[in-house]
């Protein structure tokens, strides 16, 4: 990375994201990216999980919101083009839970969702990273700076070490999806 910068990250493993959709939903064809257009964290996250769901077949398409003013109506367009949607960890999104579902709910298409607030909201299934797991490596890498010595400009940003795969037990029972048994309900 260069520099005095080094850190962790909360970005989920987008290609296990994907690959989540292929295992719940193997008879789709479309995919919907919905997400705000005006993150660049969410753009970055459909760019990368559309090249990964194109490798497995699937068609995609992007449907951007620029903020809450037009998430429903731009919801309601995926919802009408689409067999199932993905919405990454995005900060509107995530903010306008209960609208998307009022949408994307009724309309019967289930969402994959990039973080459990999403999928909690409105999906039916997520990849959970822990945030108490992410915080300790954090400070594992602070205890290395401030007591070891280490060289922050020699450190590798790291990532969450796992992940689970999570399911919203009300919105798969809503939808009629039955998930496989290595998959949780959210706590």
């Not at 199932?84 to 949408?103: F, G, H, K, Q, R």
């Given at each position: ?6 850190g962790?990250?909360d970005l989920?493993?987008?290609?296990d994201q ?8 193997p008879d789709?064809?479309t995919?919907g ?24 077949g699937?068609?995609c ?5 620029a903020?809450s ?9 995926a919802?009408d083009?689409?067999?199932v ?6 900060n ?6 209960e ?25 039916v ?18 205890y ?8 922050i400009?020699t ?8 992940s689970?795969?999570?399911?919203n ?5 809503l ?6 048994a ?6």
């Amino acid at each position: 990375m260069g520099g005095n910068v080094s850190g962790t990250s909360d970005l989920a493993p987008l290609a296990d994201q994907a690959a989540m959709i292929q295992e719940l939903f193997p008879d789709a064809k479309t995919v919907g990216l919905l997400y705000c257009s005006a993150e660049a964290n969410s753009v970055y996250q459909v760019e990368t999980v559309k090249a990964e769901l194109e490798k497995l077949g699937y068609t995609c398409a992007f449907f951007g919101f620029a903020d809450s003013n037009d998430a429903a109506s731009v919801a309601q367009t995926a919802c009408d083009n689409s067999d199932v949607l993905y919405i990454p960890t995005d900060n509107v999104a995530a903010s306008n839970t209960e609208l998307l579902a009022n949408v994307i709910l009724p309309a019967g298409k289930p969402v994959v969702g990039g973080d459990v607030g999403i999928c909690s909201g409105t999906g039916v299934a997520t990849l959970y990273i822990s945030y108490y797991d992410l915080g300790a490596i954090t400070g594992e890498m602070a205890y290395e700076i401030l007591v070891n010595g280490a060289d922050i400009s020699t450190m590798p940003i790291r990532f969450a070490e796992s992940s689970s795969k999570q399911y919203n037990a009300a919105n798969c029972e809503l939808l009629g999806i039955t998930v496989p048994a290595d998959y949780t309900p959210l706590s």
